[in-house]
């Protein structure tokens, strides 16, 4: 019998969601079954319920999905709208390309801003678009605050500024879900009416768990909202005990996500969860920048002003291919990297720096990185790691 070689260690995993789950996380949510009509329970939910609402920074609604993000996009579409309503898609990249392919299949009216994905949406033609709608057609501005696929963030606060310039009406919708618990993000300061999040990214929890945080606004649209939903439906889950999910609660999340609470809260604390992050973000950013000498890779993002510090989208010289990295670092080291999504596969990897993160991961992550330049005989100035250390050395 052949053995087939697998690198030794635990798999070391540097892609931008799903993250590592810190051990306590995983010990927590291996809890045995218990009833979720259950007073223990529902005491430990409704910790959860609140503990979450404390992240998005909202004292509004939240309703939870048995489903992945996409669970949560399509929630937040067909409990906010009417088979036909335009939605304005603040184009950042695949994700946002995704939750408008998804609102078309709903029957929703689509309209674009564009975006080369490398530079980023120009805020004045959000408001441009929103002045050209005088007669209020646009029911809902959506965005994705922190692209994935590019590793660029929106800053929200400058599209709310770009609609309530154009004294527009439409509603807020951000998807935060590469953002929330890594980067800042507060809802209810920034005029958010929908906030659409995922388990398996800055919770650090595993997939399969989703959420909509919503507007008073939001749930006065919700009520006259037309298109066709049951299992997502807010009405039927705000008659419910929990005030979501119609059939049985998914209950070994919220052993999970109260841990997860825990830690980002109380142990941690968010401001310092957002700086860790920043500091590790720049840490990354300094080694493909100096790996970027000698015409090696550089980084995707054009703008410093939008600098994702939750994942990087590293672009590869021409002529070489992203996915030759991608797959020497994990099958001769064991790392998983993320690789180029639509348009940009081939010509991106990305490194994800968000979750259950610090030093040494990302010091080991850019190492395995710049061997696999190396194997892989790609241009690049040797260093980057270095790079790296001496700025996260600098850090208090
Ligand atoms: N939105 C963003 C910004 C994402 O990064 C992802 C997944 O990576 C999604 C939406 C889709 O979420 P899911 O894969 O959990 O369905």
Redesign the pocket.
């Known amino acids: 019998m052949t053995m087939k070689k697998k690198p030794r260690g635990r798999l070391f995993f540097a892609n931008p969601?799903p993250t590592n789950i810190p051990d306590s996380i995983l010990h927590a949510q291996a809890h045995f079954t218990v009833d979720f009509m259950d007073a223990d329970f529902i005491e430990l939910y409704n910790h959860c319920f609140d503990g979450l609402k404390k992240v998005i920074k909202t004292n509004q609604h939240l309703f939870f999905y048995a489903g992945?993000?996409?669970a949560a996009?399509e929630a937040s579409l067909v409990n906010l709208f009417s088979p036909k309503d335009r939605i304005l898609i603040v184009e950042t990249g695949h994700?946002s390309d995704k939750w408008g392919e998804m609102a078309t299949a709903l029957g929703l009216d689509v309209v674009t801003v564009a975006a080369e994905w490398n530079k980023g949406i120009d805020y004045a033609a959000v408001q441009a678009a929103l002045v050209a709608d005088s007669g209020h057609a646009i029911k809902a501005v959506c965005c994705?605050h922190?692209?994935?696929s590019t590793g660029m963030v929106l800053d929200i606060p400058r599209v709310r500024a770009a609609m309530d310039g154009a004294k527009h009406p439409a509603l807020l919708l951000a998807?935060t879900?590469?953002s929330l618990g890594s980067l800042d993000f507060r809802m209810d300061e920034w005029g958010v009416d929908c906030a659409v999040g995922?388990s398996?990214k800055g919770l650090m929890l595993p997939?399969g768990l989703s959420f909509t945080a919503i507007s008073d606004k939001a749930l006065k649209a919700h009520q006259v909202s037309t298109c066709p939903k049951h299992y997502f439906n807010w009405t039927v889950m705000l008659a419910r005990p929990h005030k979501s999910f119609l059939g049985t609660v998914p209950t070994s999340f919220f052993f999970g996500l109260k841990e997860s609470l825990r830690l980002l809260l109380e142990e941690e604390g968010m401001a310092n969860v957002v700086s860790r992050h920043a500091r590790l973000g720049e840490a990354v950013r300094r080694a493909v920048q100096h790996w970027s000498g000698n015409q090696g890779p550089r980084l995707f993002c054009t703008d410093p002003t939008r600098y994702s510090d939750s994942v990087t989208a590293v672009k590869m010289p021409e002529g070489f291919n992203a996915e030759d990295v991608r797959k020497t670092a994990l099958s001769r080291f064991n790392v998983s990297l993320g690789g180029g999504l639509s348009k940009l596969s081939g010509q991106v990897f990305r490194i994800g720096h968000m979750g259950d993160l610090n030093e040494p991961m990302i010091l080991g992550t850019l190492s395995v990185v710049e061997m696999a330049l190396k194997i892989n005989g790609v241009p690049h100035a040797s260093g980057g790691v270095d790079a790296a250390i001496s700025y996260l050395a600098e850090q208090g």
Do not use: L
Request: aromatic share 12%.
């Open positions: 969601g992945s993000g996409h996009w994700f994705v922190n692209e994935t998807d879900i590469s995922g398996q997939t």
